[in-house]
Nanobody
């Protein structure tokens, strides 16, 4: 079983920055992709950013140019640098990972979520 733990959320003023971290642990053979999703109050959970094992990234249109995702493959950790934050970025942010627990056993895991609130 693979566990994901997020950190770095909090309250920030519009225009400010936050850095989220996601650390994976447990029975991990490899992690193919890690991603950040977010869920605003009363809305569905949507993809924010994704990064593959080779470092390729893609972002939601609403965060392009403001958010940057990176990862440390040796430590099974991913980061989301969020700059120029807006009130509409307010949401619970969830980390997601896809990979293998062994050569043949795949996994998909979710973190517990971290709250990001952008408000003056």
């Amino acid at each position: 079983q693979v566990q994901l733990v997020e950190s770095g959320g909090g309250l920030v003023q519009p225009g400010g920055s936050l850095r989220l971290s996601c650390s994976a642990s447990g029975r991990i053979y490899s992690i193919n992709a890690m991603a950040w999703y977010r869920q605003p109050p009363g809305k569905q959970r949507d993809l924010v950013a994704r990064i593959t094992k080779d470092g390729s990234t893609d972002y939601a249109e609403s965060v392009k140019g403001r958010f940057t995702m990176s990862r440390n493959n040796t430590q099974f950790t991913a980061y989301l640098q969020m700059n120029s934050l807006k009130p509409e970025d307010t949401a619970v942010y969830y980390c997601n990972a896809l990979g293998h627990e062994s050569f043949s056993e795949r996994f998909e895991s979710w973190g517990q979520g971290t709250q990001v609130t952008v408000s003056s």
